[in-house]
């Protein structure tokens, strides 16, 4: 079993819908985790950074984690086309030097 | 702050070859990532440096090495050169250990 699992669409949605990336993990020791959004040739974005369980939202996106069922969400509202990007989910438990475990990322297409 | 700089974009290098990879972190931060990215196995934890020290070390062989110097801006070497080595270099710092990490855009490297 992968310590993080992600599945890589690809997804298309149309402008305005409501989308929902998912991750699934196995390590319990993971305390810390991101989504990233990388565009073609460019390096990835960070979008949502959070500790332990609970929601975080800023703007258009929302974050949740759910450490007692080790999945991780990430919402986004009123997709626009240029959300059409792979998002990569990331986690780590942070102990110093830890390196973060990625997601093999989703790719999204949202159509105008 | 001008974000995480890595020289140069894009590289060809023949089989066998050695090749020097640089970053230059955002300013403050004293943590340096390396990251491996390819279609198939997605973005893998090379290493970590920290004030000049390497903090960790990834599953890679030694043919890939790093350093960072006293300004905090590193550099990556892979010597003896394979074909699988063609990928994205993807180097990213952070302020502290509690910081997430945020990327530059990647050395595209192309072993022929």
């Known amino acids: 079993q992968k310590e993080v699992e992600q599945d890589p669409g690809p997804l298309s949605v149309p402008e305005g819908a409501i989308v929902s990336l998912n991750c699934t993990y196995s390590n319990s020791a993971f305390q810390y985790f991101m989504w990233y959004r990388q565009y073609s040739r460019k390096g990835p974005e960070l979008l949502m950074y959070t500790y332990s369980s609970g929601n975080k939202e800023d703007g258009r996106f929302t974050a949740q984690v759910d450490k007692s069922s080790k999945y991780i969400s990430l919402f986004i509202r009123d997709s626009q086309p240029s959300d059409s990007a792979t998002y990569l989910c990331a986690m780590t438990s942070n102990q110093a030097g830890t390196a973060l475990i990625f997601g093999k990322g989703t790719t999204l297409s949202v159509s105008s | 702050k001008a974000g995480v700089t890595q020289t140069p974009r894009y590289l060809i290098k023949t089989r066998g070859q050695q090749v020097t990879l640089s970053c230059s972190p955002i300013?403050?931060?004293?943590?340096v990532s390396w990251y491996q990215q390819t279609p198939g196995q997605g973005l893998q934890f090379l290493f970590e440096y920290f004030s000049e020290t390497q903090r960790n070390k990834g599953n890679f062989p030694g043919r890939f090495s790093g350093r960072q110097f006293s300004n905090s801006r590193s550099e990556m070497n892979v010597s003896t050169l394979e074909l699988g080595d063609s990928a994205l270099y993807l180097c990213?710092?952070?302020?502290?250990?509690?910081?997430?990490?945020?990327f530059g855009n990647g050395t595209r490297l192309t072993v022929t």
């Open positions: 300013s403050g931060h004293r943590s």
């Open positions: 990213a710092s952070r302020e502290d250990s509690d910081s997430p990490l945020h």
